[in-house]
């Protein structure tokens, strides 16, 4: 792994989470030393992300970030969901409908629940 990467993977575990414009961003939080890595990156400030498995709610048109993974609805599937929708789940409320990301993941997994090597 190079200093970019090892930044990069530094950027992604202390920047901020949030949601601008109905877009999930990283955003430094006016502190310098992500303020810095950010530059090195070339990243703009917020940086909007990309609606990622896995790290972007699964829910269809949930913008939000994950939270909790593999607990909400587990009858139907391993979902990645963000705290809104975890909660609506814990509740006893019906599934929302799922990205179709999300869809594919899951009808992807074998018989014993695990998803294919890549």
């Not at 601008?20 to 502190?31: F, R």
């Not at 310098?32 to 909007?48: H, I, R, Y």
């Not at 939270?67 to 587990?74: A, D, F, L, V």
Request: proline share 4%; charged share 25%.
């Amino acid at each position: 792994m190079g200093y970019k990467e090892a930044l990069e993977d530094m950027v992604w575990q202390f920047a901020y989470r949030d949601t601008k414009g109905n877009k999930p961003v990283l955003h430094t939080g006016g502190l310098s030393a992500l303020e810095g890595a950010f530059e090195v990156l070339g990243w703009e400030d917020p940086k909007v992300i990309e609606d990622t498995d896995g790290v972007i709610c699964d829910v269809k048109n949930c913008p939000e970030w994950v939270t909790n993974q593999g607990m909400g609805w587990r009858n139907t599937g391993y979902w990645c969901l963000c705290s809104g929708h975890h909660e609506q789940s814990r509740s006893g409320k019906p599934k929302s409908q799922m990205k179709q990301r999300a869809m594919k993941r899951e009808n992807s997994r074998n018989e014993n629940g695990c998803l294919p090597v890549k």
